[in-house]
């Protein structure tokens, strides 16, 4: 079968029919264990932490989809970059970008830290100030790109090169753009990860996260990391997220098409004193966005100048989602502030622009007039 286009990947890699009864679609194995047919004879499986039908075919389908060499789902996003970390020992140095995932932050400052190994967060917009970071106990640079939520952007292919020049690895959390619009491993990467919660499962229905790693090395790693640690996904959501995939690329070219009205609609909105989008000219990163990414998709941030004017709009959306996460069909509005930065200092969010008035978008695929509209609403009662 050619796997040429991202589509026909996204509907049928790792997705034979059923050999036993032709179904097109993968069933859903629940079992925990399998049958063996002799001392050491079995057909491939024979315990689900270790491996399942179901999870094998998500698995394949997402490692085709980035370009990897293969990929490992665990039970969430965090549990995916803890067993990334898994990859390091005690006295490792890791360089990550400053603006990254709040959860993933806390799991390094708050308990990996109390195993041995060290971190330094970066302005990553400067591949310079990733290179001054680099010491010779650096074992990886972990950068997110567009950055939560300020949507700073990374180049991907500049940070790459420095790191390869320094024997480091670069992992790049490409969550907020999934493979449709950003590739990693082309530009350079060594792995990619994925919360699967957002984008890829993209219904809000499911939780999930993805290492695809590039090497043979990764991949033994990470299948041993799951045997061990035992993190792994379940069937039912392997499949939930099977599913999403399928219609990836479709819900994507609408998330983009919606992304960029609705950031051009507050671009000129007299009661929005700024926004960050990539997909603006106006946005400082929009070169880099255009040159590395397919599209700018759905996630912008915007400034309404303080807590009760943020509050005044969140409260009043009615079509749009006051809630955490992001990547489903539905419209969601976070405040960054309280809800996925709320564990950090005062100190730390003014550091990083991340104030009180700031609102994050993820705007689904509804129609794009009915979203206007309740933004337009709700903007009339700041
Ligand atoms: C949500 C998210 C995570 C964490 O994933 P979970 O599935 O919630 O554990 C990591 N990185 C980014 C960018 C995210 O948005």
């Not at 709040?102 to 917009?125: M, P």
């Not at 590739?183 to 957002?198: C, F, N, R, Y």
């Not at 299948?223 to 399928?246: A, C, N």
């Not at 976070?334 to 990083?352: C, I, K, N, V």
Request: aromatic share 6%.
């Amino acid at each position: 079968m050619p796997y040429k286009g991202f589509s026909t990947k996204a509907i049928h890699a790792g997705q034979e029919p059923d050999e036993l009864t032709g179904a097109v679609n993968v069933p859903i194995y629940l079992t925990s264990t399998y049958q063996q047919q002799g001392i050491g004879q079995n057909k491939g499986y024979e315990y689900a932490r270790v491996t399942n039908p179901t999870r094998s075919a998500l698995e394949e389908s997402l490692a085709a989809l980035e370009g990897g060499h293969s990929a490992h789902v665990f039970g969430s996003g965090m549990a995916a970059i803890a067993a990334l970390c898994t990859m390091m020992k005690a006295g490792d140095h890791v360089i990550c970008s400053e603006n990254i995932y709040g959860g993933t932050a806390r799991l390094f400052d708050k308990v990996l830290v109390n195993y041995g190994l060290t971190f330094t967060y970066v302005d990553a917009s400067d591949p310079a100030k990733i290179e001054a970071a680099i010491t010779p106990a650096t074992k990886l640079v972990h950068i997110e790109s567009p950055t939560n939520p300020m949507m700073s952007m990374v180049d991907i292919a500049a940070v790459a090169a420095v790191c390869h020049r320094h024997g480091v690895e670069l992992s790049v959390d490409n969550t907020f753009l999934s493979p449709y619009l950003q590739q990693p491993i082309e530009l350079g990467a060594d792995i990619v990860m994925h919360s699967t919660t957002k984008f890829l499962n993209g219904h809000s229905d499911g939780l999930g996260g993805v290492l695809i790693g590039t090497r043979p090395e990764h991949t033994e790693r990470f299948s041993f990391v799951q045997k061990v640690t035992g993190g792994i996904l379940q069937p039912f959501d392997s499949y939930l997220i099977l599913r999403g995939v399928k219609t990836l690329a479709l819900r994507m070219r609408q998330h983009d098409a919606n992304g960029r009205a609705v950031a051009e609609y507050l671009a000129k909105h007299p009661k929005i004193q700024k926004i960050f989008y990539p997909g603006l000219p106006t946005h400082p990163g929009h070169e880099i966005a255009a040159r590395q990414q397919k599209g700018f998709g759905s996630m912008m941030s915007f400034e309404l100048g303080g807590k009760q004017a943020a509050n005044a709009f969140v409260s009043a959306l009615k079509l749009c989602y006051l809630a955490e996460s992001l990547g489903g069909v539905e419209t969601l509005v976070s405040h960054s502030a309280s809800m996925t930065h709320g564990g950090m200092t005062q100190q730390q969010r003014d550091a990083l622009g991340i104030t009180d008035g700031l609102i994050r978008l993820s705007v689904g695929c509804e129609d794009v007039e009915d979203i206007l509209a309740d933004l337009e609403q709700a903007l009339e009662k700041v």
